[in-house]
């Protein structure tokens, strides 16, 4: 007596829907980074201050000429920084670069938080000029934006810096590439987006 026998149906070749599927994700993935915006964040300097201190450091010493002085601007840049993406932004730390009208460069990190208090008691008058400040570690939501005050230090007089032939204000983001934007001179405000680095300024209204 023959064994019974049971109709197998036909294996459905599953290499063309596997292909078909990668087709279609690498099209989204396309499609995705064609039309979505790059950018990660738009800058804006809205209001800059500065603050010459010139100190005279006396000795007790009964040499002649024994005293000396020392010359700091304060540069306190009003910030604003508007996430463009669709992930929050952290904020990491703000350096700053001064190239002197000679063609050095001289680069300073902001002023940290706990430090403001001595420096607003020494210099009273700088207080006067500050505003909240705008704080490392910061996060952006999403499509919102931040501002605060960057107060930056540099070992010059205010006639150098008048002279400068250029400062730029250096923003690290966690997780994101950094972004520069000029500082202007007081009075005026400097914009930037992060595909076109800003090196012009206009009057503020």
Same mark, same amino acid.
């Given at each position: 007596m023959p064994e019974p026998t049971f109709a197998q149906p036909d294996r459905r070749n599953l290499l063309a829907p596997v292909l078909i599927a990668f087709v279609v994700l690498g099209i989204v993935i396309a499609l995705l980074l064609r039309y979505t915006p790059h950018k990660t964040a738009d800058l804006a300097i809205t209001h800059?201050?500065?603050?010459?201190?010139?100190?005279?450091?006396?000795?007790?010493?009964?040499?002649?000429?024994?005293?000396?002085?020392? !010359?700091?601007?304060?540069?306190?840049?009003?910030?604003?920084?508007?996430?463009?993406?669709? +992930?929050?932004?952290? +904020?990491?730390?703000?350096?700053?670069? +001064?190239?002197?009208? !000679?063609?050095?460069? +001289?680069?300073?990190?902001?002023?940290?938080?706990?430090?403001?208090?001595?420096?607003?008691?020494?210099?009273?008058?700088?207080k006067k000029l500050a505003s909240d400040p705008l704080l490392r570690e910061t996060l952006i939501n999403p499509h919102q934006s931040a501002e605060g005050m960057v107060l930056l230090h540099f070992p010059v007089t205010q006639a150098a810096w008048d002279a400068r032939r250029s400062a730029t204000l250096n923003i690290d983001f966690y997780h994101q590439g950094p972004l520069t934007i000029t500082i202007p001179n007081a009075g005026k405000h400097s914009v930037a987006t992060s595909d076109q680095p800003s090196d012009n300024s206009s009057d503020t209204q």
């Open positions: 800059t201050a500065v603050y010459p201190a010139h100190t005279v450091f006396t000795s007790d010493s009964i040499l002649v000429n024994r005293d000396r002085d020392q !010359d700091d601007l304060y540069v306190l840049a009003t910030l604003r920084v508007e996430d463009r993406l669709n +992930l929050p932004l952290f +904020l990491k730390d703000f350096t700053a670069t +001064l190239t002197t009208a !000679d063609g050095e460069q +001289l680069t300073t990190n902001a002023v940290e938080k706990t430090d403001l208090s001595n420096l607003y008691s020494t210099f009273p008058a700088l």
